[in-house]
């Protein structure tokens, strides 16, 4: 008996992969200050994740994987994000690498996990490469941007449009599955926020990409896609935006609930000096500080619990045999927007009651609030441009935007 079918006749529980993701935070901020001064995961932080067999929670069984939800796979990413947004950013969208992925056709399913490999991809969604029709798949070339954990990566899902020669647009935009020995990574990657994610550009010059690789803009907003078709269990029906970007707005969260731990923590016997504030008064008996701590815990818990009901909403639609509405699909895109942005409201609110110790590169609180800027960003979790497009939406008007 092979080592897939073994680990599915002994699935973890959702609760046991929650604890071993939780039994990695110490060692993982411990090492937030190396990662970040690394520019990429380390090494050991990579092999741990592997061995806490994380990378096979939402992953069909047919494949090894424990086929668990969206919900498990945020509590998953809100913990490790906790210790290290860099570490959360990279690993989340492993994580849920289950999901996306099946949406792919059955014969890249089996070329990423036939004979039980637990493979890092990292995402470019954007279609800012050309992707041209031959015999049997597509020439790719083109330059992406923000390409998070390539440096660990053995695969590549890279967004661009299909353009025929002699045909005008509009063209259909895909997402192609490329190996890593087929793209050139380009290190420019030294930024203020998720530095140690590696986000860094990626250039693919004329790669053929065989059909099978090749997965429709249009199949993943309705959980239409072909390779969903060839699972039983309706998670895989669940639209791809609605997790990809949920998984991307839970790191600004889980940065917050770290930031607010470690304020609590280091706030706690921390006193005055400066004559201005009477020097050598506790901290912690500050109404200000009291009140920071306050609305940092409010502002977390809230987002977290957004995050999470938006997503147990969606699954048990599904598993009651009903569909994703396209009004359910941007109420989701408009929370995945909004989280970042209570996690930022934390963050700020923590890191302004940091004095000058908060100047210091290793201080926690200003590296998740330095994270959660990062976070909020990104092009899928922008408010103005999300929330412009919920409002359109209600009014009756066109939605633009990905929804």
Not at 30 to 57: D, F, G, H, K, Y
Not at 283 to 296: D, G, K, N, P
Request: net charge neutral; aromatic share 8%; proline share 5%.
């Amino acid at each position: 008996m092979n080592t897939a079918a073994v680990r599915r006749l002994a699935i973890p529980s959702p609760d046991e992969l929650v604890e071993r993701a939780r039994a990695m935070v110490p060692a993982i901020r411990a090492l937030a200050e190396e990662t970040e001064r690394n520019r990429t995961l380390l090494p050991q932080i990579v092999e741990q994740i592997r061995a806490s067999e994380l990378l096979r929670t939402c992953r069909p069984r047919m494949f090894g994987g424990f086929e668990y939800d969206g919900e498990v796979a945020l509590k998953i990413a809100l913990t490790i994000s906790a210790a290290c947004a860099s570490t959360g950013w990279t690993v989340n969208g492993a994580v849920s690498n289950g999901y996306s992925l099946a949406h792919w056709p059955i014969e890249a399913q089996r070329e990423l996990w036939e004979g039980d490999a637990d493979p890092f991809t990292f995402a470019c969604f954007a279609p800012t490469g050309t992707a041209i029709p031959v015999e049997g798949g597509y020439r790719l070339s083109g330059t992406w941007s923000f390409a998070s954990g390539c440096d660990i990566a053995q695969w590549g899902k890279l967004g661009a449009m299909i353009t025929p020669p002699g045909k005008e647009p509009p063209f259909d935009g895909a997402f192609f599955l490329v190996p890593i020995e087929d793209l050139e990574i380009v290190d420019n990657w030294f930024v203020c926020g998720l530095a140690g994610t590696g986000s860094k550009d990626i250039v693919v010059k004329d790669a053929f990409v065989p059909a099978h690789r090749v997965l429709l803009f249009s199949e993943t907003r309705a959980g239409t896609s072909p390779g969903a078709r060839h699972h039983d269990n309706p998670i895989y029906r669940l639209p791809l935006l609605m997790v990809g970007a949920s998984m991307l707005a839970s790191t600004a969260i889980g940065a917050a609930k770290g930031a607010l731990e470690a304020f609590v923590d280091t706030t706690t016997g921390r006193k005055t000096r400066g004559a201005l504030a009477g020097g050598n008064l506790r901290m912690a008996e500050f109404a200000t500080v009291q009140l920071r701590v306050a609305e940092a815990s409010a502002s977390v818990e809230a987002a977290e619990l957004i995050l999470l009901t938006d997503m147990r909403t969606a699954i048990e639609k599904l598993r009651a045999g009903q569909d994703i509405t396209v009004a359910d699909r941007i109420r989701s895109r408009r929370n995945q927007a909004y989280v970042p942005k209570l996690a930022l409201q934390a963050a700020e609110a923590l890191n302004a009651a940091t004095g000058g110790w908060g100047l210091h590169l290793s201080n926690p609180v200003q590296r998740a609030w330095r994270d959660a800027n990062a976070v909020a960003r990104h092009v899928s979790l922008n408010w103005d441009a999300v929330g412009t497009m919920y409002g359109q939406h209600v009014f009756g008007l066109e939605p633009k935007g990905q929804y």
